[in-house]
């Protein structure tokens, strides 16, 4: 039996009022597309363990982290969202596209 490697996609956000930041009576685009992304990773890619941190919902996974932690003490709120792929920063200030994403998981072997 093959046993595949699990590949960590984590995601570190600003302070939202929900996990996800999608709520409300006006939920901001681009993270209801983001969502949607991230829904399309995990069905493609069953070797990727995502994970969303929110500085309201998650402050550990933050503190645990200090490289991430000494980003947002830097350059404040600003720097998020962060994107790491097995703890390697991807992506700071924006989120990251479907295909950025794909991209970047197919280069480290996932979904292979």
Not at 28 to 52: A, G, M, P
Not at 72 to 84: A, D, F, W
Request: aromatic residues 6%.
């Amino acid at each position: 039996m093959v046993q595949m490697t699990k590949i960590d996609l984590i995601i570190y956000e600003g302070a939202m009022c929900c996990s996800t930041g999608i709520c409300g009576p006006e939920p901001d685009k681009v993270l209801i597309d983001f969502n949607e992304t991230l829904k399309k990773i995990q069905h493609e890619f069953k070797d990727v363990s995502v994970v969303r941190g929110s500085l309201s919902f998650n402050v550990n996974m933050f503190l645990e982290k200090n490289e991430i932690i000494e980003l947002v003490k830097e350059q404040g709120p600003e720097v998020l969202p962060i994107t790491t792929i097995n703890g390697s920063i991807v992506a700071k200030q924006r989120y990251l596209s479907y295909e950025e994403l794909k991209k970047a998981l197919e280069e480290l072997g996932a979904g292979i």
